[in-house]
């Protein structure tokens, strides 16, 4: 997807990166000539990911951090910081989903939920923001849901977190654009991983989300990557506390 020739070296953090969407927004960044930093706690996808973005562009890195923390957040940022040389782009990508009745939700699954999708959002935000400022020039872009829009079941507190999601996008494209910062952010529908395979096991499920979808068919990876390289470009650069959907439809019903 080698569209987009003005992220040639920038520099991008994206949290996730290892697996599912989060690792093909990394190589689409690293297809256009970005340098980029991949953020999770597994070290082996991490490692995996690494050598296949080095084969890309040679400037590509991981850190390994806890993104419930907010000092390993600090550090994450810092030595991504340190071995770019600045933080142009953030893509906050980095998600939990406990799919349970709302009746079965405990205290840990809100909170590990919330602080996942939410807290961790804000003060990666934040950090990165600390270099943007300093450049008065950057792209933050949030990956959020559908679920942000609609209700679904077993979904309460993915459907609050990624809410917030949407709503701390607003906040922050208002408060940061005298500082040169666009936030933005992308709402997917349900899209096609290794990661869902095993849900969409339930032909149950499976035949209500389709059903849903006016184009007839789920997301792919791609189509969320598309959307984040076009946010993070030159060509969004009059755009700013905006969500995408990316949806098929979904929320158009």
């Known amino acids: 997807m080698k569209n ?4 040639e070296n920038k520099s991008v953090i994206v949290t996730g990166g290892s697996k599912g ?3 093909d927004i990394a190589l689409s960044f690293a ?7 991949i953020v999770g706690r597994d070290e082996n996808a991490l490692r995996q990911t690494t050598d296949e973005l080095k084969k890309i562009n040679a400037d590509s890195f991981y850190v390994s ?4 923390s907010f000092a390993e957040i600090k550090r994450m940022t810092d030595t991504a910081a340190d071995y770019m040389g600045s933080i142009d782009v953030l893509v906050n990508n980095a998600g939990i989903n406990r799919a ?3 009746m079965e939700v405990t205290e840990e699954d809100w909170d590990l939920t919330l602080d996942t999708n939410l807290k961790a959002a804000f003060f990666c935000s934040q950090q990165a923001a600390n270099y943007m400022m300093a450049n008065k020039s950057g792209k933050i872009i949030n990956i959020a849901s559908q679920m942000a829009f609609v209700g679904y079941y077993k979904r309460a507190a993915y459907c609050a977190s990624k809410g917030g999601m949407v709503q701390l996008t607003k906040a922050l494209a208002v408060e940061w654009a005298t500082d040169g910062i666009n936030v933005n952010a992308v709402a997917p529908t349900f899209i096609e991983t290794e990661l869902t395979a095993k849900m969409f096991e339930d032909k149950a499920f499976e035949q209500d989300v389709y059903s849903r979808i006016p184009l007839g068919k789920l997301a792919d990876a791609e189509d969320v990557s598309s959307a984040t390289m076009f946010l993070s470009s030159k060509l969004s650069k009059f755009i700013t ?4 959907k990316v949806d098929g439809g979904w ?3």
């Open 4 to 7: 987009f020739p003005d992220l």
């Open 21 to 23: 969407i989060g690792k």
């Open 31 to 37: 297809e256009n000539g970005a340098k980029v930093v």
């Open 65 to 68: 951090a806890d993104l419930n």
């Open 100 to 102: 349970k009745p709302a």
């Open 241 to 244: 506390g905006e969500t995408i």
């Open 251 to 253: 929320t158009a019903i």
